[in-house]
């Protein structure tokens, strides 16, 4: 299984893994990694996934890596170190139990998604929420994990082929599409995608249209590491490897997908239900 969002957000990306960055973690830690993260870090060493933790209202969205970078498996995470424990109890602080055997893998300093070793050698996955005092098993392994992990049910994904690009896609529909597609903006995931929002009495209705095909990687020429990152992976690479006749990924709210299929029909274009999310 391969989780990684396309294109990867460079900043978070730690150099490739090696046997010897791994095991210096474990023996730091006193742990040992299971077989499955590392071989996710394998394929990737660290960054956003493109699956979401089914069931879970969970705000998860990262898998860190090992490496010298923000942020990986290795930072110091405050709020759960053990030595504080006891001030903390005394200032009715809450912290989990043997919150010293928990290692996050992603979170914001009020949440973490945990390697639990509080059982045992080999890790379950917990959520732990530091602000309200939730602890809890998520699965029993890190292969359970990933089991969970799937596309956001939230959000319908249709793909077209036998396009030229996203902007045909626009210009064809907008001849059925009760509103304006928006110009192209790259900011957000390093590819372009266009949006636009339709009225409704509701919940707001949004369509966007994005390449299927995109940059390996990505980086803000405003970040301070631009220019040692930004050929860190050239070349391009599919966000759905497992379409890849698909040109144009087109996402919309779960609300329109039957009129969005429709306008397809019209507009002359075949949209196909993808059951794999994109990034």
Request: hydrophobic share 40%.
């Amino acid at each position: 299984m391969n989780p990684w969002r396309v294109p990867a957000y460079l900043p978070y990306l730690q150099p490739p893994l090696t046997p010897s960055s791994a095991a210096e973690l474990e023996i730091a830690r006193g742990i040992a990694l299971p077989a499955a993260y590392l071989a996710c870090l394998e394929q990737q060493n660290g960054g956003y996934i493109r699956l979401i933790l089914d069931g879970e209202c969970i705000p998860h969205d990262m898998i860190w890596g090992i490496g010298p970078h923000f942020p990986n498996l290795s930072d110091y995470h405050e709020e759960l170190d053990p030595e504080l424990r006891e001030e903390n109890d005394e200032d009715g602080v809450w912290m989990p139990e043997d919150c010293g055997r928990l290692v996050p893998f992603d979170g914001d300093g009020h949440w973490y998604l945990c390697l639990d070793y509080r059982a045992g050698p080999d890790p379950a996955v917990s959520y732990v929420d530091v602000e309200v005092g939730v602890d809890r098993r998520v699965a029993d392994s890190f292969e359970g994990y990933l089991a969970m992990l799937k596309p956001d049910n939230g959000t319908s994904f249709l793909g077209l082929r036998g396009v030229a690009s996203v902007d045909e896609v626009a210009r064809r529909l907008q001849a059925f599409v009760p509103a304006e597609f928006g110009p192209a903006n790259a900011d957000a995931s390093g590819y372009p995608v266009r949006r636009c929002g339709l009225a409704s009495g509701g919940d707001p209705e949004w369509i966007w249209l994005s390449p299927n095909r995109v940059p390996r990687g990505f980086v803000r020429a405003s970040d301070r590491r631009y220019p040692e990152l930004k050929d860190l992976l050239p070349g391009e690479a599919l966000r759905l490897p497992e379409h890849p006749d698909v040109v144009v990924v087109v996402e919309c709210t779960g609300s329109l997908r039957n009129r969005l299929v429709d306008w397809c029909r019209r507009a002359g274009m075949d949209a196909q239900v993808l059951l794999t999310a994109p990034s």
